[in-house]
């Protein structure tokens, strides 16, 4: 099992750039895989980006070459560096483990992407 716990969102002029974490609690944090997700109103939950127990990483078209996900395993966190922000990265952003199984959750931080 697993625990999770966002921080990071805000208020962000477009352009600008924030970085969000996401501190797990488990025993044994490299096992997992970690992901972003996001979810807009009145959207569904959608995939962000990606990141295995290996490192490889996955982006939604929409992020690609402005969000980078990386994880420390030594800190048992990961990161999302959000640049390039555009109105329609408003969110709420939520961090998602598992290990090929069913899934856990964070609580969500809202990003807010505004002029």
């Known amino acids: 099992q697993v625990q999770l716990v966002e921080s990071g969102g805000g208020l962000v002029q477009p352009g600008g750039s924030l970085r969000l974490s996401c501190a797990a609690s488990?025993?044994?944090?490299?096992?997992?895989?970690m992901g972003w997700y996001r979810q807009a109103p009145g959207k569904q939950r959608e995939l962000v980006a990606r990141?295995?127990?290996?490192?490889?990483?996955t982006y939604a078209d929409s992020v690609k070459g402005r969000f980078t996900i990386s994880r420390d395993n030594a800190k048992k966190t990961v990161y999302l560096q959000m640049s390039s922000l555009k109105f329609e990265d408003t969110a709420v952003y939520y961090c998602?483990?598992?290990?090929?199984?069913?899934?856990?959750w964070g609580q969500g931080t809202q990003v807010t992407v505004s002029s």
């Open positions: 998602q483990a598992d290990r090929g199984g069913p899934s856990y």
């Open positions: 488990t025993s044994i944090f490299s096992i997992w895989n």
């Open positions: 990141i295995t127990r290996g490192g490889s990483t």
